[in-house]
């Protein structure tokens, strides 16, 4: 049963540190999604990829925030340095393009809290 | 994407059919509805999508009406398994040659399966 990971699961950090996120799509999926959930926004779209190219990332902070793919198998996000409105999960996602549609596929999700 | 407008909440009794509505009014022929859903604490998973036909897999069936201004996600013998938040998206299908097309999720509707 193919799965999308993240890791980790948790972390706690305290302000002003760095944070990296990282995320195994499933096996041939060609597009990657970052969101963040939190109680007060909901679901948002940080930064999406296909083929391992960035195609949209306005939804990021620019100064603190990063994605990369740094191959077909690895996506990461990083925060520096991390804040504590940070707070959050933060889910990746994958997911084939057809002309069909596109299905996307969650991790199990980053829970990250900035102290 | 076209607006979509659930209920915030509905109960359904245990091994009894879940009905989830969604109206869609503003749909184009172009857009597909999709079902997703988010247990507490876990990533949202993917349910089911079509568009204009009905479609039905081994989670559950989506009566689309003629119209397309609506649709319903149907749960034919729900569980406590099933108690989550649902959401309905309208959006249109991205394309193997062409630009991903990120989710956005609305509130959804809270179910609640009681035992």
């Known amino acids: 049963d193919a799965r999308v990971t993240q890791t980790p699961r948790h972390k706690v950090t305290e302000m002003g540190q760095e944070v990296t996120m990282r995320c195994q799509p499933i096996?041939?999926?060609?597009?990657v999604f970052w969101y963040r959930q939190t109680m007060m926004q909901g679901l948002e779209l940080l930064a999406y990829?296909?083929?391992?190219?960035?195609?949209?990332d306005s939804g990021m902070p620019k100064d603190r925030f990063s994605a990369e793919m740094p191959d077909a198998t690895l996506a990461t996000l990083k925060i520096q340095p991390s804040e504590p409105r940070d707070s959050a999960v933060y889910f990746c996602?994958?997911?084939?393009?057809?002309?069909?549609?596109?299905?996307?596929?969650f991790g199990p999700g980053t829970r990250l809290l900035v102290l | 994407d076209a607006k979509t407008t659930q209920p915030p909440s509905m109960d359904c009794a245990e091994g009894r059919a879940a009905n989830l509505p969604c109206n869609h009014s503003?749909?184009?022929?172009?857009?597909?509805v999709y079902w997703y859903r988010q247990i507490h604490s876990q990533g949202p998973q993917y349910i089911i999508h079509?568009?204009?036909n009905n479609e039905t897999n081994e989670m559950a069936s989506l009566i689309i009406t003629e119209d397309r201004k609506s649709s319903t996600l149907i749960l034919p013998h729900a569980t406590l398994r099933d108690t989550a938040v649902y959401y309905c998206?309208?959006?249109?299908?991205?394309?193997?040659?062409?630009?991903?097309?990120?989710?956005?999720f609305g509130s959804g509707t809270q179910l609640t399966v009681l035992p």
């Open positions: 996602a994958s997911g084939l393009g057809t002309s069909g549609g596109e299905t996307q596929y």
């Open positions: 990829f296909r083929n391992r190219a960035p195609l949209d």
């Open positions: 096996l041939g999926h060609n597009t």
């Open positions: 079509g568009l204009k």
């Open positions: 503003t749909i184009s022929g172009n857009e597909y």
């Open positions: 998206i309208v959006r249109v299908a991205g394309t193997a040659g062409g630009s991903a097309r990120q989710l956005t």
